[in-house]
């Protein structure tokens, strides 16, 4: 190997799992994994979704670079039962007393009390019990929960008005604009549409996807264009 530069041979072999630092807004990290986590640092310490099994660690490292421990979070917001959302979930929550939320119809799909009957198939992550069980308009640690079924029984999404923030978890993606999630992963698509339909009602700046970038600026209109042509 040619080392072309000391920033590359750092880069490459002393942090290879290092996750860039991405502060989108004043406190709101955007940790890009293969599905993004979020988290709130403000007078809250607050992670939304948990990544892969594999990306655990990941998460683990950007915390760690901003010096968060695990065991100073407050709640873990998990949108959504798939395996990129929640898999990471055990091992970021050992040790800590961080509480578990998630919308009350997915929680048993969380805690692997029940089998997830819808896609991508049967679950493999460790279940993680959830202690706060939200309801579709209630607010947790300044987070109003919306509940966006249709991707799965259970999906939540998360508006932030303090940061004008809309946390959509896979209640859309914004891989190449502004989109449903692809069907073959949605229980069912036309309540999916519907969810959409319900969040262009909420007024925000921006947002945080479960796949694809975030916007700055403008989200509210997109999703807004968006619904109106569903
Ligand atoms: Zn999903």
Known sequence: MILHSRKEYLGECLWPSRVAPMELLKGVHVIETYATTTLLVDDRLILVDTSADADAGKVMDYLNQIRVKPKDL????????HPDHVGGLAAIKHGSPAKVAAHRIEADFIARKRVYDGPSGPQS??????????????????LEVIF??????????????????????????????VQPMDDRYNVDPKQHRESIKKLAKFHFENAVFGHGAAIKGGAGAKIADLAKHL
Do not use: Y
């Open 74 to 81: 407050s709640t873990i917001f998990i949108t959504h039962t």
């Open 125 to 142: 992550h460790p279940g993680t019990a959830v202690d706060v069980l939200l309801d579709d308009g209630q607010k947790v640690d300044g």
């Open 148 to 177: 966006t079924p249709g991707h799965t029984r259970g999906s939540l999404s998360l508006f932030d008005a303090s940061h004008s923030l809309l946390i959509a978890g896979d209640a859309a993606r914004n891989e190449s604009g």
